[in-house]
C-alpha cells in the first residue's frame, strides 16, 4: 500500500497520520493529573457527581450488552475494528478469565483503542489458555509498557504459534521485550512486528534472539526505520539461524550497504525461502550483490524486488543470474523502471530459466514490442504459470499477442493486465500455493 493508500485508509478509519487509531477525544476541562482530578472532584457539586455516574453506568450497561455473548465460551473472539477501548479490553479479559483453559484458540482484536493496560490484563488472563495459537491485536496502542506481560506469555511453555502485533509504536523498548520472551519460546513461529519503529537497536535485540531460537519461521519487519547498522546485525544473526524461513524487510532505509550485508547471510544460510527487499532504495551496487547471491543460493523461492531504483546494469546482473538459477519461482520486479530498451536481458534470461513460475512486472513502462517477445518467451515456456503486466503501455499489437497466447495456452497460463486492486489481489490468493504460505500477504499490499 502506498502512502496515499494509507492516508485514505487512515481516514477512513479515524486514525492518525502516524496509521495508529486516534484516541478518544478528552472532554474539554478534563484534569490532565490526579491531583487535578482530586481538585475537580471536590469542586463539583453532588448533582454533577450523580450526571457523572449515570453517564458511567450507561457505559458500563452497554459494555455488558455488546460482550454478553463471549461470557460463554468462545473458541474464536473476532473483534477487529468494533471501538474496543482499553476499558472494554480490561472487562473481556475479565470475562476471558471465567473460560476453561482450553476454550479459546484464536483472539483477534486488530484496529482498536487498546492501550497498555487493557493489553497487560489481556497478556496475563491469556498465559492460561493452553489451546490459544493465534493473537492478532494489531494497530492499537499498546507501547513498550505493554510488552512486559507480553513477555511472560512467550517465555512460559504456551502453545501460541502467530502474534501479529504491528502498528503499536512499541519501540526499540517493547521488541526488546518481545525478544527477550522469545529466547526460551519454542512455539512462536509467526511474529508481525512491522511499523513500530523499531530502529536498529530494536533490531539489535531480535538478532541476538535469532542466534538462539530456531522455532520462529515467518519475521515481519517491515516500516520499522531499519538501516544498514541494524542489518549488520541481522546478517549475522541468519549465518546461524536455522529457523527463519520468510523475512520481510520493506519500506525502510537499506542503501549503503545493508543490503550488501543481507546478500552475505543468503549466501551462507540455507533456510531462507522468502524475502522483500521492496521499497528500499535499493540501486545498482545492491543489485550486484543481489546477482550474485542468486548463483550461490539454493533456498531462496520467493524475492521482492519491487519499487526501487534499478538501473538497466543492476537489471542486467539481477536476470543475468537467473539463467543458472532455478530454485527461485516467484520474483517481483514491479515499479521498476523496466522499458522496452531493458527488456532484453529480461527476456534472454527467461528464456533460459527453468525455475520461475510467476513473476511480477507490474508499473513499468513495458511496450507492445517487449510483450510480443515476451508472448514467444512464454509459449515456449512450460514452467512459467502466471505474469503480472498491469500498469504498462500495452498497446493493441501486445494485447492481441497476449490474447493468442492464452489461446494457445488454456489454463496453463494467468497474463494478467488489470489495473483493478481487487482483481489484483485476487490474483496474488490465486498464486499463492501453499508452498507460499505468506506470498500473498507480502506482495498484495502493493496494489
Same mark, same amino acid.
Given at each position: 500500500?502506498?502512502?496515499?493508500?494509507?492516508?485514505?485508509?487512515?481516514?477512513?478509519?479515524?486514525?492518525?497520520?502516524?496509521?495508529?487509531?486516534?484516541?478518544?477525544?478528552?472532554?474539554?476541562?478534563?484534569?490532565?493529573?490526579?491531583?487535578?482530578?482530586?481538585?475537580?472532584?471536590?469542586?463539583?457539586?453532588?448533582?454533577?457527581?450523580?450526571?457523572?455516574?449515570?453517564?458511567?453506568?450507561?457505559?458500563?450497561?452497554?459494555?455488558?450488552?455488546?460482550?454478553?455473548?463471549?461470557?460463554?465460551?468462545?473458541?474464536?473472539?473476532?473483534?477487529?475494528?468494533?471501538?474496543?477501548?482499553?476499558?472494554?479490553?480490561?472487562?473481556?479479559?475479565?470475562?476471558?478469565?471465567?473460560?476453561?483453559?482450553?476454550?479459546?484458540?484464536? @483472539?483477534?482484536?486488530?484496529?482498536?483503542?487498546?492501550?497498555?493496560?487493557?493489553?497487560?490484563?489481556?497478556?496475563?488472563?491469556?498465559?492460561?489458555?493452553?489451546?490459544?495459537?493465534?493473537?492478532?491485536?494489531?494497530?492499537?496502542?499498546?507501547?513498550?509498557?505493554?510488552?512486559?506481560?507480553?513477555?511472560?506469555?512467550?517465555?512460559?511453555?504456551?502453545?501460541?504459534?502467530?502474534?501479529?502485533?504491528?502498528?503499536?509504536?512499541?519501540?526499540?523498548?517493547?521488541?526488546?521485550?518481545?525478544?527477550?520472551? @522469545?529466547?526460551?519460546?519454542?512455539?512462536?513461529?509467526?511474529?508481525?512486528?512491522?511499523?513500530?519503529?523499531?530502529?536498529?537497536?530494536?533490531?539489535?535485540?531480535?538478532?541476538?534472539?535469532?542466534?538462539?531460537?530456531?522455532?520462529?519461521?515467518?519475521?515481519?519487519?517491515?516500516?520499522?526505520?531499519?538501516?544498514?547498522?541494524?542489518?549488520?546485525?541481522?546478517?549475522?544473526?541468519?549465518?546461524?539461524?536455522?529457523?527463519?524461513?520468510?523475512?520481510?524487510?520493506?519500506?525502510?532505509?537499506?542503501?549503503?550497504?545493508?543490503?550488501?550485508?543481507?546478500?552475505?547471510?543468503?549466501?551462507?544460510?540455507?533456510?531462507?525461502?522468502?524475502?522483500?527487499?521492496?521499497?528500499?532504495?535499493?540501486?545498482?551496487?545492491?543489485?550486484?550483490?543481489?546477482?550474485?547471491?542468486?548463483?550461490?543460493?539454493?533456498?531462496?523461492?520467493?524475492?521482492?524486488?519491487?519499487?526501487?531504483?534499478?538501473?538497466?546494469?543492476?537489471?542486467?546482473?539481477?536476470?543475468?543470474?537467473?539463467?543458472?538459477?532455478?530454485?527461485?519461482?516467484?520474483?517481483?520486479?514491479?515499479?521498476?523502471?523496466?522499458?522496452?530498451?531493458?527488456?532484453?536481458?529480461?527476456?534472454?534470461?527467461?528464456?533460459?530459466?527453468?525455475?520461475?513460475?510467476?513473476?511480477?512486472?507490474?508499473?513499468?513502462?513495458?511496450?507492445?514490442?517487449?510483450?510480443?517477445?515476451?508472448?514467444?518467451?512464454?509459449?515456449?515456456?512450460?514452467?512459467?504459470?502466471?505474469?503480472?503486466?498491469?500498469?504498462?503501455?500495452?498497446?493493441?499489437?501486445?494485447?492481441?499477442?497476449?490474447?493468442?497466447? @492464452?489461446?494457445?495456452?488454456?489454463?496453463?497460463?494467468?497474463?494478467?493486465?488489470?489495473?483493478?486492486?481487487?482483481?489484483?489481489?485476487?490474483?496474488?490468493?490465486?498464486?499463492?500455493?501453499?508452498?507460499?504460505?505468506?506470498?500473498?500477504?507480502?506482495?498484495?499490499?502493493?496494489?
Amino acid at each position: 500500500m502506498n502512502k496515499r493508500q494509507h492516508e485514505e485508509e487512515a481516514d477512513r478509519n479515524e486514525r492518525g497520520e502516524d496509521g495508529l487509531p486516534k484516541k478518544p477525544k478528552i472532554e474539554k476541562g478534563a484534569p490532565e493529573s490526579v491531583t487535578e482530578a482530586i481538585a475537580k472532584q471536590e469542586m463539583t457539586t453532588p448533582e454533577e457527581q450523580e450526571q457523572k455516574q449515570i453517564v458511567l453506568d450507561k457505559k458500563q450497561q452497554h459494555r455488558e450488552g455488546f460482550f454478553e455473548i463471549f461470557k460463554k465460551a468462545h473458541a474464536r473472539l473476532d473483534l477487529p475494528w468494533t471501538n474496543v477501548s482499553d476499558d472494554d479490553a480490561i472487562y473481556l479479559s475479565k470475562i476471558i478469565a471465567n473460560y476453561e483453559p482450553d476454550a479459546l484458540t484464536f @483472539l483477534d482484536l486488530t484496529g482498536n483503542y487498546v492501550d497498555f493496560e487493557g493489553a497487560n490484563q489481556l497478556f496475563k488472563v491469556l498465559q492460561k489458555q493452553t489451546k490459544l495459537n493465534t493473537v492478532k491485536i494489531s494497530w492499537n496502542r499498546l507501547q513498550h509498557k505493554a510488552c512486559e506481560s507480553l513477555r511472560e506469555l512467550l517465555a512460559s511453555d504456551h502453545p501460541l504459534s502467530h502474534l501479529a502485533i504491528n502498528g503499536n509504536n512499541i519501540s526499540n523498548q517493547g521488541i526488546a521485550e518481545i525478544a527477550g520472551g @522469545l529466547l526460551t519460546n519454542k512455539n512462536l513461529t509467526y511474529l508481525d512486528v512491522s511499523n513500530n519503529w523499531v530502529g536498529n537497536s530494536g533490531l539489535k535485540s531480535i538478532s541476538e534472539m535469532l542466534q538462539q531460537n530456531n522455532t520462529l519461521q515467518s519475521l515481519n519487519l517491515s516500516h520499522n526505520k531499519i538501516a544498514v547498522k541494524g542489518v549488520e546485525l541481522l546478517d549475522e544473526a541468519l549465518k546461524v539461524n536455522r529457523g527463519i524461513t520468510f523475512l520481510d524487510l520493506s519500506y525502510n532505509n537499506l542503501v549503503d550497504g545493508g543490503v550488501k550485508r543481507l546478500c552475505d547471510a543468503l549466501i551462507m544460510n540455507n533456510v531462507l525461502s522468502n524475502v522483500s527487499l521492496s521499497n528500499n532504495w535499493i540501486g545498482d551496487a545492491e543489485a550486484l550483490c543481489i546477482g550474485t547471491a542468486l548463483k550461490f543460493n539454493k533456498t531462496l523461492k520467493v524475492l521482492d524486488l519491487g519499487n526501487n531504483n534499478i538501473q538497466v546494469d543492476g537489471m542486467r546482473l539481477i536476470f543475468s543470474a537467473l539463467k543458472v538459477n532455478d530454485t527461485l519461482t516467484f520474483l517481483d520486479m514491479s515499479r521498476s523502471h523496466l522499458s522496452d530498451d531493458d527488456m532484453g536481458i529480461v527476456i534472454e534470461s527467461l528464456g533460459e530459466n527453468r525455475g520461475l513460475v510467476h513473476i511480477n512486472l507490474h508499473g513499468n513502462t513495458i511496450g507492445d514490442e517487449s510483450i510480443i517477445k515476451l508472448c514467444d518467451v512464454f509459449r515456449k515456456s512450460d514452467i512459467i504459470r502466471n505474469v503480472i503486466l498491469s500498469d504498462n503501455p500495452v498497446g493493441a499489437r501486445g494485447i492481441e499477442a497476449i490474447s493468442n497466447l @492464452l489461446k494457445e495456452k488454456g489454463d496453463k497460463l494467468t497474463i494478467k493486465l488489470s489495473n483493478n486492486k481487487g482483481e489484483m489481489r485476487r490474483c496474488y490468493d490465486v498464486i499463492a500455493s501453499p508452498i507460499f504460505s505468506e506470498v500473498s500477504e507480502i506482495f498484495r499490499r502493493n496494489f
